[in-house]
């Protein structure tokens, strides 16, 4: 296991970002920008056309994939003789994460165009996998799931510009659930044979008579 596991939570929303960046190109677009700090003008200055991928929350995935960490897993290593081992693990912990996505152009009509082809680009990737996975915190067989909601109402939406100075802006949101992995690791071994005996009672029980 990776130490940087924890890079997941970073590389999750680059991941996300780079499979809509790749969406643009097949529309057209020579190159659209990743943002991934708060959405506003001085973060996408200069860096128009931009799609802004904004982690706007942290929760724990009590439901579903993180109610049990009170298991273990059995994985596959090399060992440092380059010899594979089987070691015990933790559990993980499951995390979602929330995301606001908007874009950014010269003109309201780009940015519509923009977002119609980041909606239809998360639409056609409910999962990201293989060398799509930014990083090197994902397992090999690892995926990243995207799910669109619609979990903010107008009144928040409104109150989240105005914080950033902003006039409110058209932006869609996703959200996705990634592993966090605790350090430790019990190396353990298969029984490779056992000694089994077998006794006849019926001569045990006349040696107490």
């Known amino acids: 296991m990776s130490a940087a596991q924890h890079h997941i939570i970073k590389e999750a929303g680059e991941t996300i970002g780079q499979l809509l960046q790749a969406v ?11 943002v991934v700090a708060a ?3 001085e973060a996408i200055e200069g860096k128009l056309p931009a799609v802004c991928v904004y982690l706007y929350n942290i929760s724990l995935d009590e439901e579903g994939l993180g109610g049990n960490r009170t298991g273990q897993f059995i994985e596959t290593v090399v060992g440092q003789d380059g010899k594979p081992k089987e070691v015990a693990r933790d559990m993980p912990l499951w995390v979602r994460l929330d995301y606001l996505v908007s874009t950014w152009a010269q003109t309201p009509e780009e940015e519509q165009l923009l ?3 980041a909606i239809k680009g998360l639409l056609e990737h409910p999962t990201v996998e293989g060398v799509d996975l930014k990083g090197e915190s994902f397992k090999k067989d690892q995926y990243l799931p ?16 105005a914080s950033l100075n902003q006039p409110m802006k058209p932006a869609i949101q996703c959200w996705t659930t990634v592993p966090i992995y605790p350090s430790g690791e019990v190396e353990i071994r298969r029984v490779q044979e056992k000694d089994v005996r077998f006794f006849d009672l019926n001569k045990l029980n006349r040696v107490k008579r």
């Open 24 to 34: 643009f190109k097949e529309n057209g677009y020579k190159r659209v920008h990743l």
């Open 39 to 41: 959405p506003k003008a």
């Open 115 to 117: 977002m119609g082809g």
């Open 146 to 161: 995207i799910s669109m909601s619609q979990k903010l109402d107008e009144g928040v939406l409104s109150r989240f510009w």
